[in-house]
């Protein structure tokens, strides 16, 4: 077989000229590497397929989104914490209401909340002597936006009622968490029930049992 050798002359500047260089450097052992014997005795061709450098980069990029969502502080934390925090709290009060026989009460406003007590008088009064009972102050952000007694709005001087003497009256206390800019940026609700179980939920997530 005769083989004829035709000299191509492509000008350095030119489309085809640009593109022949590369493929030129691309047919050397960098690009398409020999083939290496398997143990089968056949040839197999070292490197990666492009299927294959998409797999593992879509795996990094998994691993990288699970690395992120970890490490990102999640903002509504405080007012989650709040949330179960108030949901122990009030759980434990009808707790003691019925084991010490004595009724105790709730009353919350903006960005605090206190427990109280009836004195000898009948009259009720805050319990500022116990640590479980005493006053507490909202973390900065963490507001109480509505409770409801019944389904029925609680009233200015109104208390939640835990009484020694009958069932639990159900309940719900919506807390919320406002953004630097003043809007709601989070909710959260404390909800009790006829049972006396009180049970906690960020809004855009199931209730959960308070964990004794």
């Given at each position: 077989m005769i083989e004829f050798s035709i000299p191509l002359v492509?000008?350095?500047?030119?489309?085809?000229?640009?593109?022949?260089?590369?493929?030129?450097?691309?047919?050397?052992?960098?690009?398409?590497?020999?083939?290496?014997?398997?143990?089968?005795?056949?040839?197999?061709q070292s490197g990666f397929t492009l299927i294959e450098l998409l797999v593992v980069?879509?795996?990094?990029?998994?691993?990288?989104?699970?690395?992120?969502?970890?490490?990102?502080?999640?903002?509504?934390?405080?007012?989650?914490?709040?949330?179960?925090?108030?949901?122990?709290?009030?759980?434990?009060?009808?707790?003691?209401?019925r084991a010490s026989g004595r009724s105790l009460a709730w009353s919350g406003e903006k960005n605090s909340y206190r427990f109280l007590s009836k004195n000898e008088y009948g009259d009720w009064i805050r319990i500022d002597d116990d640590s479980s009972f005493r006053p507490r102050t909202l973390p900065q952000g963490v507001n109480f936006a509505e409770v409801s007694v019944e389904e029925q709005p609680l009233k200015a001087g109104e208390y939640v009622?835990?009484?020694?003497?009958?069932?639990?009256?159900?309940?719900?206390?919506r807390l919320?968490?406002?953004?630097?800019?003043?809007?709601?940026?989070?909710?959260?609700?404390?909800?009790?029930?006829?049972?006396?179980?009180?049970?906690?939920?960020l809004d855009d997530q199931p209730s959960a049992n308070v964990t004794r």
């Amino acid at each position: 077989m005769i083989e004829f050798s035709i000299p191509l002359v492509v000008k350095r500047n030119s489309f085809v000229g640009r593109i022949a260089r590369p493929l030129a450097h691309c047919t050397r052992r960098a690009c398409f590497p020999r083939g290496r014997k398997t143990s089968g005795g056949g040839a197999g061709q070292s490197g990666f397929t492009l299927i294959e450098l998409l797999v593992v980069m879509v795996v990094m990029g998994v691993a990288l989104g699970l690395v992120m969502v970890q490490l990102m502080p999640d903002q509504r934390a405080p007012l989650r914490e709040e949330a179960i925090r108030l949901a122990l709290l009030l759980e434990n009060a009808g707790l003691e209401a019925r084991a010490s026989g004595r009724s105790l009460a709730w009353s919350g406003e903006k960005n605090s909340y206190r427990f109280l007590s009836k004195n000898e008088y009948g009259d009720w009064i805050r319990i500022d002597d116990d640590s479980s009972f005493r006053p507490r102050t909202l973390p900065q952000g963490v507001n109480f936006a509505e409770v409801s007694v019944e389904e029925q709005p609680l009233k200015a001087g109104e208390y939640v009622l835990f009484s020694a003497n009958s069932f639990a009256v159900p309940f719900r206390i919506r807390l919320y968490l406002s953004a630097e800019s003043g809007s709601e940026y989070g909710s959260a609700s404390v909800i009790g029930k006829s049972t006396g179980d009180v049970i906690f939920s960020l809004d855009d997530q199931p209730s959960a049992n308070v964990t004794r």
